[in-house]
């Protein structure tokens, strides 16, 4: 990891230990605001054809494969370091489209003792963003459902810590740990919001106050245990999305790694930082950064 790349860590670190929550003081004494979470654990992209986007990924990562059956096709899981006993591991997880538009479906953070306090969570939420006149959640409250923010942006919310789905099995589709890189972690996710400062009072409510804020372009960063949440303002004319995701990976040399990258089919694209960030495009349009360790 560069000096440059360390110190910037240690100071998000720092400002995410304030002790200001940006909560208001109703929910906050609820003891269940801001969220308990260890991480962004994962994500998913949704796209048309699982296979070919599975054989892409494990041909960036240096990893292994799981699927499971999923309404009547296959769900992949493309994992970020080798699977414990405990099934504790971040991944991608790979899901058929189904005529929906190609995109970053949503991300994950799971939360200590949300099996028992899942509808207590939900509605201390929507109570403290009714309060802080932002749109609260909505969508499915139960174990492992997914709820939208104010923008339209999935969230999911799982049993901490996050375990890779028990239905899921090792996948033979591809040989494993042939990838480029070998992945270490969700680095981060980055939003684009309708409205940055009233998605940063909606993103207070969960995960407590920012820790920096950055201009050119204008975006605000929360620390979620050793993972990063940014919300940026959506460019004219665009909807809110998730923008890109972000991958801890192992030291890589960034010549070879483009050069591969291309070779399965990615687009590169000029990252926010030389050194140890690389961005591209994957094959489904899908933007990435691998963030060297």
Request: overall charge neutral; some cysteine; proline content about 5%.
């Amino acid at each position: 990891m560069s000096p440059t790349r360390r110190a910037f860590i240690a100071g998000l670190g720092a400002a995410a230990a304030l002790p200001w929550s940006g909560v208001p003081a109703v929910s906050a004494q609820t003891g269940l605001l801001p969220l308990k979470t260890p991480k962004i654990d994962h994500l998913d992209v949704i796209v048309p054809n699982v296979e070919a986007t599975a054989r892409f990924y494990m041909g960036v990562f240096r990893t292994a494969l799981h699927a499971q059956q999923f309404q009547g096709g296959q769900r992949y899981f493309v994992l970020f370091g080798d699977l414990p006993a405990n099934r504790q591991v971040g991944y991608v997880a790979i899901g058929d489209s189904r005529g929906r538009p190609t995109a970053i479906g949503h991300f994950c953070t799971s939360v200590f003792d949300y099996r028992a306090n899942a509808a207590a969570i939900t509605a201390a939420v929507n109570a403290a963003a009714e309060m802080a006149g932002v749109g609260g959640l909505t969508g499915r409250g139960t174990i492992g459902g997914l709820f939208t923010d104010q923008d339209g942006i999935e969230i999911q919310f799982l049993p901490a810590p996050d375990t890779l789905v028990t239905a899921a099995m090792p996948s033979k589709l591809v040989e494993w740990n042939k990838g480029l890189v070998t992945p270490t972690g969700v680095d981060h996710v980055l939003l684009h919001v309708a409205d940055l400062e009233r998605a940063v009072r909606f993103y207070r409510i969960l995960y407590g106050k920012e820790a920096t804020r950055e201009t050119s372009p204008a975006r605000v960063w929360f620390v979620i245990g050793d993972t990063r949440l940014g919300l940026e303002q959506a460019p004219a004319g665009q909807k809110p999305r998730i923008d890109h995701f972000g991958v801890k990976v192992a030291g890589f040399d960034r010549r070879v790694v483009s050069d591969g990258l291309t070779k399965l089919g990615a687009k590169l694209v000029q990252s926010p930082a030389e050194g140890d960030t690389l961005r591209f495009m994957d094959t489904d349009g899908n933007a990435v950064e691998l963030i060297g360790t």
